[in-house]
């Protein structure tokens, strides 16, 4: 069975910072690679995808993502954090082998100091 | 676009009682998929459907969860009796799987339910 780890539970930085999110997945074969962001109080949202193509993904709010095949990794970054991306963050993995269902990692929750 | 609506947005029950969750997915979306969401396990897949058909449900956790689309605009998530580990919020989103380049989950509010 597929299955999605992520390696932070908590992540607590100060604005300005970097921000690195882990993201491995199980699966060897064709996969589509999301991360879903859940702000306080809100619902879950996409924040960025990959499917195909070049293998480093630009998001929304500055976030992009980087697929390493070989590393079976899907890590997401933002150069410069902004106490509004307090959140918890979900990688979520799709395969059709699996039966195209998606499957979440556990999530990180990022804390962000003003 | 009133996106993917589910209500309750809270329920509190009591041990044994039933708890159907109701969601009606955004218009157009051939997908419709139940997560529950708790401290311990995260997000977790209970059932999904594709054209009203459940497609995979070995997310559900007993045969006290079952999971209803009798048409393209609504689905029940029904829970019966209800237990206290069933205590979490229940998130039902749509997608619309056609087209795999805009294929993204849209959310909706999720139920919180306490079981008592």
Redesign the interface.
Known sequence: AQSVSQHNHHVILSEAASLELGCNYSYGGTV?L?W?VQYPG?????LL?Y?SGDPLVKGIKGFEAEFIKSKFSFNLRKPSVQWSDTAEY?CAVKSKAA?????????TRVLVKP | DAGVIQSPRHEVTEMGQEVTLRCKPISGHNSLFWYRQTMMRGLELLIYFNNNVPIDDSGMPEDRFSAKMPNASFSTLKIQPSEPRDSAVYFCASSDSKTEANEKLFFGSGTQLSVL
Do not use: A, E, P, R
Not at chain 1, 42 to 46: D, N, S
Not at chain 1, 99 to 107: H, I
């Open positions: 589509n999301f879903y809100q619902h879950l949202q996409l995808k499917f979900f039966g195209n269902k998606l499957t979440f990692g556990g999530g």
